[in-house]
């Protein structure tokens, strides 16, 4: 390199330099994350410490602790085994995660390009040869004519220098998307994890209410066969018989409906966990299987705006209109750009690396928007609507998870009152069907009494076994409302960091 390249290239790096130090303006808003709403309770009214109890596994009291934190595979509170290799297995073949994950590599790979190709120099490098013919015209001489082989070699420069902080802007805008589709991904594995638990629950309650009809069935199929041999005998009317061959009819014709619950709940489950139905062979869940976890852990309710992946991503999309504000407004203001080129020109191509055929270039170029029919200031306007849309539906994602919990702690107590009242609503219908049974075999009552405690004791027995799994699904959803405790162990959710496959480096 000759003394003068050399001067070149020191005078390009300082001007270059100097330009980035003076690139430390950026335009528009600093974004900050809203504060979190300044409560300290979910519901209106206090929470009782402890719900009330019921006789069975199922009708244990459960405690509610504040402040309590949620472990990441949260559903290992059910202390149910097929449950975990269940969800162990959908974890690992959901085509939902999958995609998720796909769709964050992507957004991570955005944004190392913004990067590279908004914030550092663009370098290129060029090597060349043309055959080319000179007009002696264009010097002057008409006479002049000569064909010749042209070689070349070069590097060339070019930064945007990001004086009010566009680049800088759609950077912080392209890293937000990427932390979006973070929270997306842990949103569905919190929601892939709790499906599967809200229907592993819902088969163990369509089995235990199938189970239950099918024993009131053969049980008034025996009263029916007693009352047809009375009626043979003269004993009763024609007309009880046929009320009890309806009831009967009733009652197995309530059990079709439920198998084919039972049936898409199964299907549903060997799709959450990635599989054919036709290929499925999932375990049988029972509510026996289940253990009602006893203690609730309830996070602190300034703590749920860091905890929810929906409210999570709904900040992100905010940050992310934030920052557009920034480019729609760097917009407005002057652009400059350096470029610079250095290389060899010559005849040969040898001489195309010789130091003596050397040429370069630096030059620097200012564009100003002067008059753009108010499209500019229409697109800024544009971003702070934008933004303000963002703000709204962040306010709303809060208010939502808050109501989420709410409705959630509030169904706990609830349903564990309503399954006490059913539990002695169950044993009442009982003791009355028992009673009247044999006052009807000695005459102590008409046979519609009879079918009237039939009825009842039914309709308590299904009442029984859906107030039963309630406790657990509202449980679930109770933890799911909360966030789902993923950020107690990183490992455990596929959210936690960027994955492996989505580092790059840039070009």
């Not at 490098?125 to 080319?132: F, I, Q, V």
Request: aromatic share 6%.
């Amino acid at each position: 390199m000759t003394p003068l390249s050399r001067r070149a290239a020191w005078r390009l790096a300082g001007a270059l330099c100097g330009c980035a130090a003076l690139a430390g303006c950026m335009v528009g808003p600093n974004y900050r994350t809203p504060d979190a709403p300044t409560t300290d309770s979910f519901t209106a009214q206090p929470m009782p410490d402890q719900t009330a109890s019921a006789p069975g596994a199922s009708g244990a009291a459960q405690r509610f602790a504040p402040g309590a934190d949620i472990p990441a595979e949260w559903w290992s509170l059910y202390h149910c085994a097929p449950l975990d290799t269940l969800i162990r297995e959908a974890l690992a073949n959901s085509p939902n995660l999958a995609a998720a994950q796909a769709a964050l590599r992507q957004a991570h790979q955005t944004y190392l390009a913004q990067v590279g190709g908004s914030l550092l120099p663009q370098v290129d490098g060029k090597l060349g040869a043309t055959r080319e013919k000179i007009n002696g015209v264009t010097f002057g001489e008409p006479g002049l004519t000569e064909d010749l082989n042209l070689y070349n070699t070069g590097i060339d420069v070019s930064y945007n220098l990001d004086v009010f902080g566009a680049s800088r802007r759609s950077v912080e805008a392209s890293r937000a998307q990427e932390e979006y589709e973070r929270w997306q991904l842990q949103a569905t594995w919190l929601t892939l994890t709790s499906n599967i638990v809200t229907a592993a629950i819902k088969e163990a309650s369509l089995r235990a209410q199938i189970e239950a009809t099918e024993q009131i069935a053969d049980a008034e199929a025996q009263q029916l066969h007693v009352l047809e041999q009375q009626f043979a005998l003269g004993g009763v009317a024609r007309t009880s018989v046929l009320s009890q061959e309806t009831l009967v009819a009733q009652t197995r014709a309530t059990l079709p409906p439920l198998r084919q619950s039972l049936d898409q709940t199964r299907d549903q489950l060997a799709m959450l966990a990635g599989r054919l139905p036709s290929e499925a062979s999932l375990p049988e869940f029972r509510l026996d299987m289940f253990t009602l976890p006893d203690t609730v852990p309830v996070s602190v309710p300034s703590s749920i705006v860091h905890q929810r992946p929906d409210i999570l991503a709904a900040d992100a999309t905010l940050h992310q209109a934030s920052a557009q504000v920034g480019v729609a407004t760097a917009a407005m203001y002057p652009q400059l750009n350096l470029t610079a080129s250095w290389g060899t020109e010559a005849l040969t191509p040898a001489g195309a690396f010789q130091a003596g055929n050397t040429i370069w270039s630096i030059g620097a170029g200012l564009t100003a928007p002067l008059f753009h029919g108010g499209q500019l200031l229409a697109k800024k306007r544009a971003a702070e609507a934008a933004y303000d849309e963002a703000a709204a539906q962040y306010r709303q994602t809060v208010l939502q998870a808050f109501q989420n919990v709410a409705d959630s702690l509030r169904a706990l107590d609830h349903d564990a009152t309503g399954l006490k009242a059913q539990d002695d609503a169950w044993r009442a219908a009982s003791d009355s069907l028992q009673l009247t049974q044999g006052q009807y075999k000695i005459g102590g009552v008409s046979y519609l009494s009879l079918l009237d405690a039939q009825r009842q004791y039914q309709q308590a027995v299904v009442n029984l076994a859906q107030a039963r799994a309630a406790r657990y699904s509202d449980t679930a959803a109770l933890i799911q409302s909360l966030g789902g405790g993923w950020w107690n162990e990183a490992a455990a959710t596929p959210a936690a960091g960027t994955p492996a496959s989505a580092t790059g480096t840039t070009q």
